[in-house]
């Protein structure tokens, strides 16, 4: 299986900080990468596919890039909305696997 | 609106077995893959098994043999039979949305339903 490493696993930012997450695979997984966003009690919400195509009606703060084996998550201005726990997962290759997850956090 | 609700959750002891359904409601739901993620308290998010229009099935290593899920397209419904249950497998279960053709990345998902297996 593509193993799926997310650094850091948790993020203490300001209101206002640009935020970069980083997804690193284990081999290449080519654009087959997607972001979630994960707040307690609530199914996780799709942010970003095929690495770097934001999903209709995501704010246009998130944004993803990175190809082959390293991506990263950014969100350009950290709102009040957007603390929660992030995941990327790569379909490129069965079995679907997950990274471990980043918590951000209010500093 | 398209709606999933995944239910059949409980509290069971290790070794029992379970059954979840997912109920879809606003689609057609013959059209569309199926699968099931769970949510650990300790993996985060990990992908369970993924179900295609015609009842193919793909599973997770640590499910293979244990689980099965299922489908039936007159009922708008999904299931996931899971046998010999252990602590491992302690988890919320979201059912969610594939695609036409693959299942890869998922917009709709169910509210998910929890597993407990402890004795």
């Known amino acids: 299986d593509i193993q799926m490493t997310q650094s850091p696993s948790t993020l203490s930012a300001f209101l206002g900080d640009r935020v970069t997450i980083t997804c690193r695979a284990s081999r290449s997984v080519s654009s087959s990468l997607a972001w979630y966003q994960l707040k307690p009690g609530r199914p996780p919400k799709l942010l970003i596919y095929k690495a770097s195509n934001l999903y209709p009606g995501v704010p246009a703060r998130f944004s993803g890039s990175g190809s082959g084996t390293e991506f990263t998550l950014t969100i350009s201005s950290l709102q009040p909305d957007d603390f929660a726990t992030y995941y990327c997962q790569q379909f490129n290759t069965y079995s679907l696997t997950f990274g471990g997850g980043t918590k951000v956090e209010i500093k | 609106e398209m709606q999933l609700v995944a239910s059949g959750g409980g509290l069971v002891q290790p070794g029992e077995s379970l059954r979840l359904s997912c109920a879809a409601s606003g689609l057609t739901f013959s059209d569309f893959w199926m699968t099931w993620v769970r949510q650990t308290p300790g993996k985060g998010l990990e992908w369970v098994a993924d179900?295609?229009?015609?009842?193919?099935?793909k599973y997770l290593d640590s499910v293979k043999g244990r689980f099965t899920i299922s489908r039936d397209n007159g009922k708008s419904s999904m299931y996931l039979q899971m046998t010999s249950l252990t602590a491992e497998d302690t988890a919320i279960y979201y059912c969610?949305?594939?695609?036409?053709?693959?299942?890869?990345?998922?917009?709709?998902w169910g509210q998910g339903t929890l597993v407990t297996v402890s004795s």
């Open positions: 969610a949305r594939g695609g036409f053709t693959s299942s890869w990345w998922w917009v709709y």
């Open positions: 179900i295609d229009r015609d009842g193919n099935a």
